[in-house]
Every structure is written in structure tokens, then in C-alpha cells.
């Protein structure tokens, strides 16, 4: 495959190192840049896992700062009477029975699920259509909670998903190019405290950190 005249040039520019401090990998990723476009940046984090051990199996939450300007299109499922107050809060779109029959139907355009334990019986019946597209709310992820209100601007203000891959790894999205140097830096160290924390008494631990830019190279990350 041939490589552009801009990508070489880039190559070219990067500073290879064995560790760089996060604000220095953001600084550079920024001079870097060669396309058009908004890149997304995206941290890579690489476990030490034991995959015969129940704790290969983690979940959790992370609250970043600053939102990462992906657009998430929220479902509620709610108790009747409560759409509009979801709706308010920033969902999407809000119901109960009648999303539950669309779903079944095969609508799936949206891309997370909040609703409260009450309606987890039902939901639970279209598991084999939400769990192979990783849709089913979870608790451990904040999808299912007596505040679904709460839930819903958390996810509007910037919170993410901690799962780990078969592969041991981590991904999550932590901001646009375009923030500044600051918003990407904070939301990374809040990304990697809630992974640390979610690791507490746990058998797996961090092995390797990294933070790319889309079309960029990747920077390991002394964290």
C-alpha cells in the first residue's frame, strides 16, 4: 500500500520515544496533524489478564471531564409518565412497551440503553437481539438505575464505558483533536483512575498505555 506525501511527511516528524508524559503526546499529536478533518483520539489501555480468572470479566464507568464529543443516541425505557422528564434530560427517545415492540420489530437505531430495574424483566426477554450488539444495560455500566434521569445526563456530560476486550485490551474514545491540550490531558487522567480503580483487588493490572489520533501514529504513554 503507498503512503501519501502528508503521511510520510508526519512520519518523518514523529519523535519516537520510549515513554512520553501524556501532555507532550497531545502537543505533538496536534503538530502532527495532516488531514482535514476533526481526528478522534483514542486511548488504548493493555491488561495483564489471566483468562481462566473471573476477573478477566470487568466492567465499570468513567466520568470524563469534558464530554468527548462522540454522539451517543440515548433509548430510555421507562415507567409510563416519565418519558418527558427523560426526554428533558437528554434521551433520545423515551418509552416502554411500545420501544420494547420496535426493538423486537428490529429497530436498533440508537446506541445505549438506561432504564430502571423495574423494567429489566422485560428487556431481559430481547436479550438475544441487545446482548450480540452489546446494547443489554447494565448496571455495572450505569444502564440500569432507580435515577434515570441521572444516568442519562452523565452519558450526555461524558461518561464511558470501561469494558475489556477478549484480547485484554481497553479502548475509549477521550476527546477531538480540536480540544484544547488541557480538556484532553484531564480526561485521560480521569479515564485511567477509573480503570485503575475499577482494578483494586483484582488479578489483572496495567502493562501498557497508549494515545493515538485517527489517522496518527500511537504514543506509549508513561502513566
Known sequence: MSVSKARKKMLNGFTK????????????????????????????????????????????????????????????????????????????????????????????????????????????KLGRILGPKGLMPNPETGGVSENIVKSIEEIKKGRVELKVNKDGTMHCCIGKLSFGVDKLVENFKSYVLAVKDMLKNRSNNIKKISVSSTMGVSFKIDY
Request: with cysteine; net charge negative; charged share 30%.
Open 17 to 124: 520515544k520510549s515513554d512520553y508524559k501524556i501532555e507532550d503526546a497531545v502537543r505533538e499529536m496536534k503538530e502532527l496533524s495532516y488531514v482535514k478533518f476533526d481526528e478522534s483520539v483514542d486511548v488504548a489501555v493493555i491488561l495483564s489478564t489471566n483468562k481462566k480468572s473471573s476477573d478477566q470479566h470487568l466492567k465499570g464507568v468513567a466520568v470524563l471531564p469534558h464530554a468527548n464529543g462522540v454522539s451517543r443516541r440515548i433509548l430510555a425505557i421507562c415507567s409510563s409518565g416519565h418519558e418527558k422528564e427523560c426526554l428533558d434530560a437528554g434521551a433520545d427517545f423515551a418509552g416502554g412497551d411500545d420501544y420494547l415492540k420496535k426493538i423486537e420489530g428490529g429497530w436498533l437505531d440508537f446506541d445505549v440503553i438506561v432504564t430502571v430495574p423495574a423494567m429489566m424483566l422485560k428487556i431481559s
